[in-house]
């Protein structure tokens, strides 16, 4: 019997766990479930896996949650300060999926680490500002890594768990998006359902808003780059509207190797739970069809202006990921609740990527979590007051 915990078990890729974990129920132990605001889905998974705590952040939610389980065995907290009244360090849980969207998964995604043999990351903002303290915890707790980000895990199958010493150059792949062939001079009128109409996946609304501007694959390097200890000048983006190509590893010793899967999280999901076991998971023939029209084209920055943000970034892990996370979080919220257009998004995110009071924190590495939390505080305030 597998013990796991999932943190964003009410959200596209926690729900998507649940559903793997309901066709096995006998072998896994949800010890708990945490969320924000979706109460009713998160007291409704919690009832159905018997689990005995959960948590709402939201604290309108966490006050709800609580009178309707007043009568069951089921413990309601308001925020994560209280893992270790729920786990205990001396008898680690087997799995954790981190699965918050956004830079709130950070946090969570630290604290749980020393509870936890092994750790499923899907939300990539953690990795993106907070890798060198998560990857101290882990090496700290000995607690195995698994990303989930379709594109990193396929990376990380290619180099067979983490062996990176050799390699050359890894191609991560975009599907480009929704705007992928939308007329330039129409960006201005995007709507918002638009923007949440990707072509291949059916994810949360803060990534998808980020595969349309591209800033999810500028992400995606960032995150490429710290899990792989990489340089930036080893990755590149290759559209490939199809996403089923994933990634391209190119080894030193002239080897190459391509990962294609369908268009499905299931299966990264699946592998990352059922890690290291012979499980079977029902999947569709390779196809062939798509292989013959891989379609990868460098990515166009005249129409994914986003991308230059890669221009300003260190080679070393700096507070400066924080800044753009931040920002790009406030700013995806500002644009999903109509208050800025979708262009707006890219350019104020470059226009702060280039101010020189936020350039300087290219240099100074993260050195905890408060002080990551009070510069994203800070970021989101500043955007506040910018005339958006
Ligand atoms: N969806 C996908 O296919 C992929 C997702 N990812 C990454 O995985 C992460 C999750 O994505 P996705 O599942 O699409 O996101 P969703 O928006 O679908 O779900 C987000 C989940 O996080 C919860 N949540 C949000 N804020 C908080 C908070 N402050 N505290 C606790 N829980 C919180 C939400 O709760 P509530 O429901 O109450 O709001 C929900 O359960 C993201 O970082 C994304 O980039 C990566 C690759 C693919
Ligand atoms: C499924 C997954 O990993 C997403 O990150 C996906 O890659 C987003 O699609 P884009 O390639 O359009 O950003
Ligand atoms: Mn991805």
Redesign the pocket.
């Known amino acids: 019997m597998k013990k796991i915990a999932i943190?964003?078990?009410?959200?596209?890729?926690?729900s998507s766990l649940l559903r793997i974990i309901k066709d096995d129920r006998k072998n896994f132990k949800i010890e708990l479930l945490?969320?924000?605001?979706?109460y009713k889905k998160l007291i409704k998974q919690a009832k159905f896996f018997n689990v005995k705590n959960i948590i709402l952040?939201d604290y309108n939610s966490y006050l709800i949650a609580t009178k309707l389980l007043k009568n069951t065995k089921v413990k309601v907290f308001k925020n994560f300060d209280s893992l270790n009244k729920i786990f205990d360090i001396n008898k680690k849980i087997d799995y954790t999926m981190c699965?918050?969207?956004?830079f709130?998964?950070l946090r969570p995604t630290l604290d749980i680490i020393k509870f936890t043999k092994t750790i499923a990351i899907?939300?990539?903002?953690s990795i993106i500002c907070g890798w060198n303290l998560i990857k101290k915890d882990l090496n700290k707790y000995k607690t195995f890594f698994i990303p989930?980000?379709?594109e990193h895990f396929s990376i990380w199958s290619l180099l067979d768990n983490n062996k990176n010493d050799n390699l050359e150059k890894i191609y991560i792949t975009a599907s480009g998006g929704p705007f992928r062939k939308l007329s330039l001079k129409k960006f201005k009128n995007i709507s918002i359902k638009d923007a949440l109409k990707h072509p291949n996946?059916s994810?949360?609304?803060?990534?998808t808003i980020d595969s349309a501007t591209m800033m999810n694959k500028v992400f995606e390097i960032i995150e490429a780059k710290k899990i792989f200890n990489l340089d930036y000048s080893q990755l590149e983006i290759l559209t490939h509207p199809k996403s089923y190509l994933h990634a391209i590893v190119k080894f030193n010793n002239g080897l190459s190797k391509l990962l294609v899967h369908d268009t499905n999280?299931i299966i990264p999901i699946f592998n990352s739970i059922y890690f290291n076991t012979n499980k079977k998971l029902k999947s569709k023939n390779i196809d062939i069809e798509t292989l013959n029209n891989l379609n990868l084209k460098k990515i166009d920055n005249i129409r994914f202006p986003i991308i230059k943000i890669l221009n300003n970034l260190s080679n070393e892990d700096s507070l400066f990921e924080t800044i753009i996370v931040s920002a790009n979080d406030k700013l995806v919220k500002l644009f999903l609740n109509n208050k800025i257009k979708f262009t707006d998004i890219s350019n104020i995110l470059l226009k702060i990527s280039n101010t020189t009071e936020f350039k300087k924190f290219r240099s100074i590495k993260p050195r905890n979590i408060e002080e990551i939390n009070n510069l994203s505080n800070y970021v989101s305030l500043k955007i506040d007051t910018m005339s958006v």
């Open positions: 943190f964003g078990s009410t959200g596209s890729v926690g945490a969320a924000n605001k979706n952040t699965a918050i969207s956004g709130q998964g899907a939300n990539k903002e989930v980000d379709s996946w994810m949360g609304k803060k990534i999280m």
